[in-house]
């Protein structure tokens, strides 16, 4: 019998959602299952166009080796939410707002049934909130006007920010952040960028552009250290 691999792919940008002509980041998820042709569930939670958010989904995992499937809370026939996740080999979460998002999971206790997923060897994957949420803490636009610390669910150590090289204001206010004590240190991926999560610690990055890159961040004695992550471009 193998033994689990708890495993989370946490994804700064990228994936079919915002590159749907390049299935790089989706093939690698897709090859980390613990099986050939896996499931893969996609929530697209944190979306107010959660039906076209999902049909996009099943647009692109139909092209490549897996059974696609997705988690409606507001429209599902699935009553055992527990069997159903269990029996996925990824869970794939979309972006969008992750405190909107945390917060109907909690409702439907679906963050326990994650992490008991997460126990069980299904793989966690997820492009901006849908890779937030696995952190302790994130940074988010979910609220207008600016971006904000959020506590998240807590199953990996430390902090996380994606689109770190996509939207202007995601480096500086990390840095600020993180001068002021109000996050702690933590990851931070580009568009196009993944960071591979196994057991709670880094096994590598990956990217679906050439330049893209994933880092660690950390304050050290009132200056921001960015510690580059070797980052292998998918494409080569």
């Known amino acids: 019998m193998s033994q689990i691999k708890r495993q989370i792919i946490a994804m700064g940008g990228g994936g079919f959602s915002m590159e749907p002509e390049n299935p790089l980041l989706d093939q690698y998820i897709i090859k980390q299952a613990r099986r050939s042709t896996p499931t893969v569930c996609f929530l697209p939670h944190a979306t107010d166009d959660a039906v076209r958010y999902s049909l996009r989904f ?4 139909t092209q490549l080796d897996a059974k696609p499937t997705y988690l409606s809370l507001f429209s599902s026939e699935i009553a055992d939410l527990e069997s159903f996740l269990m029996e996925q080999d990824v869970i794939y979460v979309g972006g969008g707002n992750t405190k909107s998002m945390i917060a109907l999971w909690r409702g439907w206790d679906l963050d326990k049934l994650l992490q008991k997923a997460y126990e069980n060897g299904t793989i966690l994957a997820g492009v901006s909130a849908g890779a937030n949420c696995w952190f302790e803490q994130c940074i ?14 807590g199953l990996l ?3 996380f920010c994606p689109h770190y090289d996509g939207e202007t204001e995601r480096r500086p206010t990390l840095h600020q952040f993180l001068l002021e004590d109000k996050i702690s240190r933590g990851y931070a991926a580009d568009d196009g960028a993944a960071v591979h999560f196994i057991e709670g610690e ?3 990055a990956v990217s679906s552009r050439p330049h893209a890159k994933a880092y660690v961040v950390r304050k050290v004695k009132e200056q921001v250290i960015e510690e580059a ?4 471009y998918l494409g080569q």
């Open 140 to 153: 988010t636009d979910s609220l207008p006007g600016a971006l904000t610390v959020l506590s998240c669910l």
């Open 202 to 204: 880094v096994t590598c």
């Open 58 to 61: 099943f647009k692109a995992f």
């Open 229 to 232: 992550i070797a980052t292998h």
């Open 157 to 159: 150590r430390g902090s």
